[in-house]
């Protein structure tokens, strides 16, 4: 017999009382709103604490660049494997991203706005074409995130390191994806509208990944309005949503939350010609002060726009990947240049490069607040940095060209090393005889320039 077919329409609480639905998602969305202001508020206050830096100009070229790697994902997929990788995160998530926002919309606007009937968003062909892109990218989404971590986890490339975030980032964006086709496969296993069942109607395959779901539970006895299928619905739906809104919170305080500034960065990003120095206004001022401040000697000489750099890196190591110190075996990797002082801002732990971890407390103080060490106070050659670290990077800026989130590395090494040759006068021996040279006798070599004698070309050099 022929099942009588329905238009296609999508109930937002099947099974799910509305008023416990409402009142458990509001609760979660006030309580995740509240943890995720807070948390990024925190990283606001930390950037207001650098020195002012000017980044508003060109802002047509900027808003370009800006949707241009964002969303055209142009300097991720430079590097193809792990590049394919991210879009494949990334588009997945956007995807259900919007597709959450689209049941919100239509929960609490256009119904109540428009009546129960006008106000259907997900009704129809716009809802069968959402099926269907919503399966098909929650499938990339999955397949992306299967992808990190068995790289990250199991091939374990030299440029990864592993902290624990990144498992509960990793794992709870798994759980969220793969629940969410398990509820669907439920739903579309046991539920009727109008006394029809929806797995027999001709737009279900649609969903295909829920389509197969439903297959199998209903095999295994799990469909057709099984009580036991109902109250696996139903927790599956509850834990689905504290998952959701327990990731939400929680962006500020993991590596996942280059999603708000990673754009943002990019957005602020150089737009100079690379390697041009930045300029010392009023150096001879400066010099004559009884404690000049060049260069960058602790975390307070950062601008806002640096410490912006700490929070939107996401620990990549595609940087180090193409850094040539640190192929030379150089203590130099501009990743860890980057996440220590991440770790010093927040007043974490720092993880070094060999594995090691310090606290501030740790480190030799270079000012106090009442006799007690502070993050900003700290200086960072000596405590963070060695010299060998800051004195083998090259400027090559291969480090900032390969960046997805367009960090600059190398402004950072060469203000450190600004500050050491201009303030401490603490250089590597090699390095000071080339600046003696050039003091002396205007160039690296400390040549004197002598004129040729007669019979032979250019000039001779005397020392």
Same mark, same amino acid.
């Given at each position: ?14 099974? =799910? ?51 241009? /790697? ?57 809802? /069968? ?77 649609? *969903? ?118 640190? *192929? ?19 007043? /974490? ?88 040279? =050039?003091?002396? *006798? ?22």
């Amino acid at each position: 017999m022929q099942q009588e077919q329905i238009i296609a329409i999508r109930e937002i609480y099947w099974n =799910i009382s509305p008023t416990v639905g409402q009142l458990f998602l509001y609760t979660l969305a006030i309580l995740t709103t509240i943890v995720m202001a807070w948390g990024i508020l925190q990283d606001i206050a930390r950037w207001r604490r650098g020195k002012p830096e000017a980044r508003i100009n060109d802002l047509a070229g900027r808003a370009r660049e800006f949707l241009v /790697q964002v969303f055209g994902q142009k300097r991720v997929l430079r590097d193809r494997k792990p590049g394919s990788m991210h879009a494949l995160i990334f588009f997945g998530f956007l995807a259900l991203f919007i597709g959450t926002d689209i049941i919100a919309v239509e929960e609490d606007f256009t119904v109540p706005l428009l009546g129960p009937d006008a106000g259907k968003i997900l009704v129809g062909s716009f809802y /069968q074409s959402y099926e269907l892109i919503l399966d098909t990218l929650g499938l990339a989404f999955v397949i992306g995130l299967s992808w990190a971590a068995l790289r990250r986890y199991r091939v374990r490339p030299e440029r990864l390191d592993n902290r624990r975030t990144d498992a509960w980032v990793l794992g709870v964006m798994l759980f969220i994806a793969i629940g969410g086709f398990l509820i669907e496969g439920l739903r579309i296993a046991n539920q009727t509208i109008g006394g029809v069942p929806v797995y027999s109607q001709a737009w279900a395959p649609l *969903a295909y990944i829920g389509f197969t779901l439903a297959m199998f539970f209903r095999a295994i006895g799990l469909g057709d309005g099984s009580p036991l299928a109902l109250g696996i619905h139903q927790v599956l739906w509850f834990t689905h949503a504290a998952a959701t809104f327990a990731f939400i919170g929680t962006l500020p305080f993991s590596k996942f939350k280059h999603i708000l500034y990673t754009p943002l960065n990019t957005f602020f990003r150089d737009t100079t010609p690379k390697g041009a120095l930045d300029a010392i206004p009023n150096l001879e001022a400066e010099i004559e002060k009884d404690e000049p401040q060049l260069g960058l000697a602790t975390l307070a000489d950062f601008s806002w726009k640096r410490r912006l750099d700490f929070d939107a890196c996401m620990r990549c190591g595609r940087c180090q990947s193409v850094c040539p110190a640190h *192929a030379s075996g150089a203590d130099l990797s501009p990743k860890f240049i980057i996440t220590k002082l991440h770790d010093l801002a927040h007043q /974490q732990p720092v993880l070094f490069k060999d594995g090691s971890l310090k606290s501030i407390a740790d480190f030799e103080p270079g000012g106090a607040t009442n006799g007690t060490t502070t993050a900003e106070t700290i200086p960072l050659y000596g405590n963070l940095f060695s010299e060998n670290e800051l004195w083998s990077c090259t400027t090559c800026n291969a480090c900032v060209h390969e960046c997805p989130a367009m960090i600059e590395h190398v402004d950072d090494i060469v203000e450190l090393r600004r500050h050491l040759t201009m303030i401490e006068s603490e250089v590597p021996q090699g390095v000071k005889r080339v600046l003696e040279g =050039i003091e002396r *006798a205007g160039n690296h070599g400390a040549c004197q320039r002598a004129i040729a004698p007669p019979g032979r070309l250019g000039s001779m050099c005397q020392r």
